[in-house]
Nanobody
Framework: QVQLAESGGGLVQPGGSLTLSCAASGISIRLYAMGWFRQAPGKQRVQVAMHYSSGVLKYADSVKGRFTVSRDNARNTIYLQMKNLQPEDTAVYYC?????????WGQGTQVTVSS
């Protein structure tokens, strides 16, 4: 059974930084696309960043230049480095592993940006 466990969320001031981690178990992530989504209160879950197994990276326009997605296949972990965080980045952040027929999701980690 595939399990994804996010960590690294918390409270940070505007302009601050956080790095999220997502550790996978029950599967080797090497061959799969993985990424990060976020869901703000009262809003739909939206894609933030994707890291494809080919090495291709994709970012939402709202985080380009501030967020960096990376992966360590040996550690079966992906990361989301977030810089210059703003209040609009406040959300629950979820990692996902894309696999047919069912994607896998973590339980989410809260990121709150507030002074």
């Amino acid at each position: 059974q595939v399990q994804l466990a996010e960590s690294g969320g918390g409270l940070v001031q505007p302009g601050g930084s956080l790095t999220l981690s997502c550790a996978a178990s029950g599967i080797s992530i090497r061959l799969y696309a993985m990424g990060w989504f976020r869901q703000a209160p009262g809003k739909q879950r939206v894609q933030v960043a994707m890291h494809y197994s080919s090495g291709v990276l994709k970012y939402a326009d709202s985080v380009k230049g501030r967020f960096t997605v990376s992966r360590d296949n040996a550690r079966n972990t992906i990361y989301l480095q977030m810089k210059n965080l703003q209040p609009e980045d406040t959300a629950v952040y979820y990692c996902t592993l894309i696999r047919y027929p069912d994607d896998s999701w973590g339980q989410g980690t809260q990121v709150t940006v507030s002074s």
